[in-house]
DNA sequence: AATGTTTCTGAAACCGTTTGCGGGAAATCC
DNA sequence: GGATTTCCCGCAAACGGTTTCAGAAACATT
C-alpha cells in the first residue's frame, strides 16, 4: 500500500511551499486572521484551491480543545422513535458545523458505559442521552465533565435538562378534538398500566374530560399492549358492554387502527357513529388504517431540534439549562374523526 | 464556567509526573511497548488509573494517521431500512474499536458532498454510502482516497463494493415455499414498476415458479404501490380475475398485507384457501397481520455487519473486493402458509 | 579494572494546525 | 539621512500523545 505521507492529503505546509510562505501565514490567510497584504492573501487562496486543501480537523481539535462532535447515546437501540430525533438533531448541528457520533447502548449497562468512555475518549463537546424507556433513568451525574442533554428519556436528576414530548397536553388536545367534532361519550384505550407515557396521557385525557364536564365512559382507561391485537380487543369489550360511545382515544396509532377495525368488523362506523384520535402519527399504521387516523403528532423531530440547540447552547458555555423542558405536540386531522 | 485547562483532563504528563517517570514510558506503560521493568510498569498504570486517564484519542489519531471512525452517509434519510443497518454495522465496528458518524444527506447531492467533505476533514478511515434507492446511484469514483463500501444501495461502478440484499434469491425462497405448502396456482402481487426491487423479485417469482413446472396466475404480476391500499386492491382484482389461485407472492409486507386483508373480507380464508408470503419480516406488519404473514426476511442487521466487515478490510489494507455481494435471504413462518 | 552486553529510561522529534511575538522592510516624518 | 511608525510575515511554541534513539545503569566477562 500507498505510504502513509504519500496518501496524498494536503498540509499547510504543502500550501506554503507552493505559495512561497510559511505554514503560519497560510492558516492566517485561510482564516482571516493576522495582517496580511491582500495580494498574499490571494496567492496562499489560489493555492489552496489549486492542491485541493482541507485542514486536518484533528490537529485544530487538539489545539482548540474543541472537536465539534456530540455523542449521541442511544439507551436502547435506534428506533422508530429514534430517527425523527436524530434528524431534528442532525438538523441543528449541521448548522453549527458539528457532526454526530452515533452509539447504541442496547440498554446494557456496561456497554453504555463503555461508549461514555469512548465518547470522553474522542473529547466530543457534549452528549445527547436519547432512548425510549418507560420510565425514568439514572443521570449520569453532574459532575459529569461535559454537558449532556437527555432527549425523549428522562433523567432522575432535576439538575439535569431533560427535553421530553408532552404526552398529557398531547392526550388533551385529542380528547379536545373529539369534543368539538361532537363527541360526549369518550373511552379511552390505552397501553401499559406502569408506562409513564400510559399514564401522562390517561391524566390529560382526564383532564380535558374534566374540561368539558364530560367523564370517561366506563370509568376507567382500557390497559393492555400496545398492539393492534389489544385494539380490537378493546373494541370487542367497549361494544359488548352495552356501554354507548361516540369517541375513542387510543394511546398509540396502533391500539387505533385495532380499534377501528374492531368496530368497522362489529358494524359501528367510524368516523359517523364513533370518533378515533390515536398518538404518535406513525405514517405506516395512521394513513393505512380504515379510515385514516386523525392522530396527535409527538413533534420528535422538533424534539430531537430542541435538544441539540439545548446541548449547544451548553456547550457554548451559556448557562446550561435544567429539569424538563416540555415539546408542544399538535394534531393531525384525518378521516377517522371526519364530520358531516 | 471553568477554565479550558482546567477541565481537568489528565494528560500522559500528568501521569508521569504522579509516577515519577516521563511521558514516553507513560506512553509505553500503557500501551505494553518498549522495554520496562515490571515494576515501573505497575506504577505507571496504578497512576493512570488513580487520575482516571484517558488518552486523547485526538492526539493518537494526529500521529496515527488512524481515526478508528468511519463515516456512514445515508443518500435517503435515516429510514426503516437503514436502522438494522446501522445495528448490524456498529456490531462489526464496535468490535474494532471503531466509532461511526452519522450523516443524512436525505437524497440532496449538495449536502452529500458537504458531507463527504467534512467526513474527510475529519480523516474517518473509511466510508459505508447507505440508504435505500430504487435504483443504482453514482459511484464516488475510484480516484476516492479512502475505503468506501456501498451498502442497500448500489453503486454504477462495478469497481466500487455495493453489499445488496438478495431480492432474486429471496424471492425464489418465497415462492418455493409456497410451493411446498401445497400451491401450485400461484399470484404475485409487486410494487412500482420501475423499482429494482420489484424487477429482481419478479424475476426471481419466475425462476422458482419455471423450475416447478408451474406458471403465473394471470401471467403477469401485479403492479401498483407499496401500500397496503394497494394490497387490498389487488386481492380484489384476483377474486374478481375469475382464475383460480391459491397462493400469493407480495413484494411487501405492506402488500401482503392488505391482500390478507382483502382475501379475508372477500371470504377467502387465509392460510386454508390460500398461502401469502410477502417480504421484509417488518414486525408491526408481519406480526400484526390476520393471520401474521410468513415473509423473507432481507436480513439487513447481516447486510450491515458484512458491508462494515468489508470496510474494515479494505481499511486494514487487505485488497479491497469489489462488485457486488449478496447477503442471503432467509424465511420466516408464520401462520399465513401454515398447513394442517 | 577494563571492556562488553543487556536492560531500562529520558530527551526529543513528530503529527498538522493555530497564534503571539518579534523583527525586517518599507513608508512616513522631522 | 536618521528616527518612528506602519505593515507584513516568519519563527517557534503549543496541543497530547507515540516512537526512535542514545545513553545511563546494572550486570557479566576476561
Same mark, same amino acid.
Given at each position: 500500500?500507498?505510504?502513509?505521507?504519500?496518501?496524498?492529503?494536503?498540509?499547510?505546509?504543502?500550501?506554503?511551499?507552493?505559495?512561497?510562505?510559511?505554514?503560519?501565514?497560510?492558516?492566517?490567510?485561510?482564516?482571516?486572521?493576522?495582517?496580511?497584504?491582500?495580494?498574499?492573501?490571494?496567492?496562499?487562496?489560489?493555492?489552496?484551491?489549486?492542491?485541493?486543501?482541507?485542514?486536518?480537523?484533528?490537529?485544530?481539535?487538539?489545539?482548540?480543545?474543541?472537536?465539534?462532535?456530540?455523542?449521541?447515546?442511544?439507551?436502547?437501540?435506534?428506533?422508530?422513535?429514534?430517527?425523527?430525533?436524530?434528524?431534528?438533531?442532525?438538523?441543528?448541528?449541521?448548522?453549527?458545523?458539528?457532526?454526530?457520533?452515533?452509539?447504541?447502548?442496547?440498554?446494557?449497562?456496561?456497554?453504555?458505559?463503555?461508549?461514555?468512555?469512548?465518547?470522553?475518549?474522542?473529547?466530543?463537546?457534549?452528549?445527547?442521552?436519547?432512548?425510549?424507556?418507560?420510565?425514568?433513568?439514572?443521570?449520569?451525574?453532574?459532575?459529569?465533565?461535559?454537558?449532556?442533554?437527555?432527549?425523549?428519556?428522562? #433523567?432522575?436528576?432535576?439538575?439535569?435538562?431533560?427535553? *421530553?414530548?408532552?404526552? %398529557?397536553? &398531547?392526550?388533551?388536545? =385529542?380528547?379536545?378534538? @373529539?369534543?368539538?367534532?361532537?363527541?360526549?361519550?369518550?373511552?379511552?384505550?390505552?397501553?401499559?398500566?406502569?408506562?409513564?407515557?400510559?399514564?401522562?396521557?390517561?391524566?390529560?385525557?382526564?383532564?380535558?374530560?374534566?374540561?368539558?364536564?364530560?367523564?370517561?365512559?366506563?370509568?376507567?382507561?382500557?390497559?393492555?399492549?400496545?398492539?393492534?391485537?389489544?385494539?380490537?380487543?378493546?373494541?370487542?369489550?367497549?361494544?359488548?358492554?352495552?356501554?354507548?360511545?361516540?369517541?375513542?382515544?387510543?394511546?398509540?396509532?396502533?391500539?387505533?387502527?385495532?380499534?377501528?377495525?374492531?368496530?368497522?368488523?362489529?358494524?359501528?362506523?367510524?368516523?359517523?357513529?364513533?370518533?378515533?384520535?390515536?398518538?404518535?402519527?406513525?405514517?405506516?399504521?395512521?394513513?393505512? #388504517?380504515?379510515?385514516?387516523?386523525?392522530?396527535?403528532? *409527538?413533534?420528535?423531530? %422538533?424534539? &430531537?431540534?430542541?435538544? =441539540?440547540?439545548?446541548? @449547544?447552547?451548553?456547550?457554548?458555555?451559556?448557562?446550561?439549562?435544567?429539569?424538563?423542558?416540555?415539546?408542544?405536540?399538535?394534531?393531525?386531522?384525518?378521516?377517522?374523526?371526519?364530520?358531516?
Amino acid at each position: 500500500m500507498a505510504q502513509r505521507k504519500a496518501r496524498g492529503v494536503v498540509t499547510v505546509a504543502d500550501v506554503a511551499e507552493h505559495a512561497g510562505v510559511s505554514p503560519g501565514t497560510v492558516s492566517k490567510a485561510l482564516n482571516g486572521r493576522g495582517q496580511l497584504k491582500s495580494e498574499t492573501r490571494q496567492r496562499v487562496l489560489a493555492s489552496a484551491e489549486k492542491l485541493g486543501f482541507a485542514p486536518n480537523l484533528l490537529a485544530r481539535s487538539l489545539l482548540s480543545g474543541r472537536t465539534y462532535t456530540v455523542g449521541v447515546l442511544t439507551t436502547d437501540s435506534v428506533g422508530r422513535f429514534t430517527i425523527p430525533l436524530l434528524t431534528g438533531a442532525e438538523d441543528a448541528l449541521g448548522a453549527g458545523q458539528m457532526s454526530m457520533l452515533l452509539c447504541e447502548s442496547r440498554g446494557d449497562a456496561i456497554r453504555e458505559q463503555h461508549y461514555l468512555r469512548v465518547l470522553m475518549a474522542r473529547r466530543v463537546d457534549g452528549i445527547i442521552i436519547t432512548g425510549r424507556s418507560s420510565n425514568v433513568r439514572p443521570s449520569l451525574g453532574q459532575d459529569f465533565p461535559i454537558p449532556v442533554v437527555y432527549a425523549l428519556c428522562q #433523567s432522575d436528576s432535576m439538575e439535569d435538562l431533560s427535553v *421530553l414530548h408532552d404526552d %398529557e397536553k &398531547g392526550a388533551e388536545m =385529542a380528547v379536545n378534538h @373529539l369534543v368539538e367534532t361532537g363527541r360526549s361519550r369518550i373511552a379511552h384505550v390505552s397501553g401499559p398500566p406502569r408506562h409513564a407515557a400510559t399514564q401522562n396521557r390517561s391524566r390529560g385525557a382526564a383532564t380535558a374530560l374534566a374540561a368539558a364536564g364530560l367523564s370517561l365512559v366506563l370509568g376507567e382507561p382500557l390497559h393492555g399492549e400496545w398492539s393492534e391485537a389489544w385494539g380490537r380487543e378493546a373494541a370487542q369489550r367497549l361494544m359488548r358492554s352495552g356501554e354507548r360511545f361516540n369517541g375513542v382515544f387510543c394511546a398509540s396509532d396502533q391500539i387505533a387502527r385495532g380499534v377501528a377495525d374492531g368496530l368497522r368488523e362489529g358494524g359501528v362506523a367510524v368516523p359517523e357513529d364513533v370518533g378515533i384520535v390515536g398518538v404518535d402519527n406513525w405514517l405506516p399504521m395512521a394513513e393505512a #388504517s380504515r379510515p385514516p387516523l386523525t392522530t396527535i403528532d *409527538l413533534n420528535l423531530a %422538533e424534539l &430531537g431540534h430542541i435538544a =441539540a440547540t439545548r446541548l @449547544l447552547s451548553a456547550i457554548e458555555g451559556k448557562d446550561a439549562a435544567s429539569g424538563i423542558e416540555r415539546v408542544p405536540a399538535f394534531l393531525v386531522k384525518r378521516r377517522s374523526t371526519e364530520i358531516g
